[in-house]
Nanobody
């Protein structure tokens, strides 16, 4: 069973920064890619950013230029520094780990941006 643990959420003022981390453990197969999703109250979960084990990245338009995803394959850890945060970035952020066709999710970490 793959275990996924997120950290780094919190409360920050608009314009501030936070750095999310996500570590995966327990996988006996190579991770194909890791991603961050977020879900705000009353809204569907949306992809924020993803990165493959080879370093290919994908971002939601709303975060391009402000968030940067990176991966440490040796540690099965993905990082998401978030800069110039906006109130609309407020959400629970979830890490997803993809191994083959299976997705494993973390418990989520709250990010709150005050105006």
């Amino acid at each position: 069973q793959v275990h996924v643990v997120e950290s780094g959420g919190g409360l920050v003022q608009a314009g501030g920064s936070l750095r999310l981390s996500c570590a995966a453990s327990g996988t006996h197969s190579s991770i194909d890619y890791m991603a961050w999703y977020r879900q705000a109250p009353g809204k569907p979960r949306e992809l924020v950013a993803s990165i493959s084990s080879g370093g290919d990245t994908n971002y939601a338009d709303s975060v391009k230029g402000r968030f940067t995803i990176s991966i440490d394959n040796a540690k099965n850890t993905v990082y998401l520094p978030m800069n110039s945060l906006k109130p609309e970035d407020t959400a629970v952020y979830y890490c997803a780990v993809v191994v083959g066709v299976r997705h494993y999710w973390g418990q989520g970490t709250q990010v709150t941006v005050s105006s």
